[in-house]
């Protein structure tokens, strides 16, 4: 059980069971195949980078508590965070 089990908005659906499809047509025990409930992979993500950091446990409570009291999202938080930063240091906000 998470920590944040607290803070989930719903209930997590339990996973369905994987059917496999047969990419190349020609079945048998060689043959390629692919799981037909695998996520197509999403837009959102294009053009963007991804930045990582190690917290401690109270600081990223404090964030997650933080964000979902203010009904945020943790990255919307982050990006508020990065932006009061960039600021601070006299360079230009990004704002997403």
Same mark, same amino acid.
């Given at each position: ?7 989930? *908005? ?11 499809? *047969? ?59 990065? *932006? *009061? ?12």
């Amino acid at each position: 059980m998470s920590r944040f089990a607290n803070l989930a *908005d719903k209930p997590k659906a339990s996973p369905e069971p994987e059917s496999k499809v *047969d990419v190349l047509g020609i079945g048998g025990a060689g043959a390629t195949s692919i799981p037909t409930n695998t996520p197509a992979k999403s837009n959102s993500r294009t053009g963007r980078k991804a930045i990582a950091a190690y917290f401690s446990r109270e600081m990223s409570l404090s964030m997650h508590v933080c964000a979902r009291r203010h009904g945020l999202s943790l990255q919307e938080l982050m990006a508020e965070a990065f *932006d *009061d930063v960039l600021r601070k240091y006299g360079q230009s906000p990004v704002g997403e």
